[in-house]
């Protein structure tokens, strides 16, 4: 087996049609095939999709899927901003550095008292699913490390400010 390295980029859409990019880089067993690259991928979607409320329109594995993950949701949440996001910092195999996956639009019901419930079960999948290998693909960050365990999560909120003053619409 020889390890390439690559990621999976899931496309964001919020309640005001901004669109935002979230990757999980990959370490990639060459010896598999693309059809297990794309189900790894699709799994990972899948842990990210209950715990946003945006909705995931599309991923990239350096070719584009040309859909979102299968079973994830039709249109975004109406609480759905990109801008709102959930940070779970990851410790590293050999590295004292910490690397942030950066969820946008983190669901309103994955809080409970002003912080991400890190006991909610669709937060425990998907922090199960980044420091789990895949048959074809295991997380890792863009310094090459595989994740090995939660650190911590908090609230963030990045600004998408230029895509939202391109929307002819007001949302009340």
Same mark, same amino acid.
């Given at each position: 087996?020889?390890?390439?390295?690559?990621?999976?980029?899931?496309?964001?859409?919020?309640?005001?049609?901004?669109?935002?990019?979230?990757?999980?880089?990959?370490?990639?067993?060459?010896?598999?095939?693309?059809?297990?690259?794309? /189900?790894?991928?699709?799994?990972?979607?899948?842990?990210?999709?209950?715990?946003?409320?945006?909705?995931?329109?599309?991923?990239?594995?350096?070719?584009?899927?040309?859909?979102?993950?299968?079973?994830?949701?039709?249109?975004?949440?109406?609480?759905?901003?990109?801008?709102?996001?959930?940070?779970?910092?990851?410790?590293?195999?050999?590295?004292?550095?910490?690397?942030?996956?950066?969820?946008?639009?983190?669901?309103?019901?994955?809080?409970?008292?002003?912080?991400?419930?890190?006991?909610?079960?669709?937060?425990?999948?998907?922090?199960?699913?980044?420091?789990?290998?895949?048959?074809?693909? /295991?997380?890792?960050?863009?310094?090459?490390?595989?994740?090995?365990?939660?650190?911590?999560?908090?609230? /963030?909120?990045?600004?998408?400010?230029?895509?939202?003053?391109?929307?002819?619409?007001?949302?009340?």
């Amino acid at each position: 087996m020889a390890t390439k390295h690559g990621h999976v980029a899931f496309k964001m859409l919020d309640k005001l049609g901004v669109e935002t990019s979230m990757p999980i880089y990959l370490k990639i067993d060459d010896t598999k095939t693309i059809a297990q690259l794309v /189900t790894d991928a699709n799994l990972l979607g899948q842990q990210v999709d209950p715990i946003s409320d945006s909705q995931i329109t599309d991923f990239e594995v350096r070719i584009k899927n040309g859909g979102g993950v299968s079973g994830g949701k039709s249109a975004p949440a109406a609480t759905a901003e990109n801008e709102r996001t959930g940070l779970f910092n990851f410790s590293q195999v050999t590295s004292p550095y910490k690397y942030g996956v950066d969820v946008p639009a983190i669901a309103d019901s994955k809080i409970s008292g002003g912080k991400i419930n890190l006991s909610d079960s669709d937060i425990a999948a998907f922090i199960a699913a980044l420091v789990a290998a895949g048959t074809a693909a /295991t997380p890792e960050s863009t310094s090459l490390y595989t994740l090995v365990a939660l650190l911590d999560a908090l609230l /963030t909120f990045r600004k998408h400010r230029r895509a939202e003053s391109r929307r002819s619409f007001e949302v009340v």
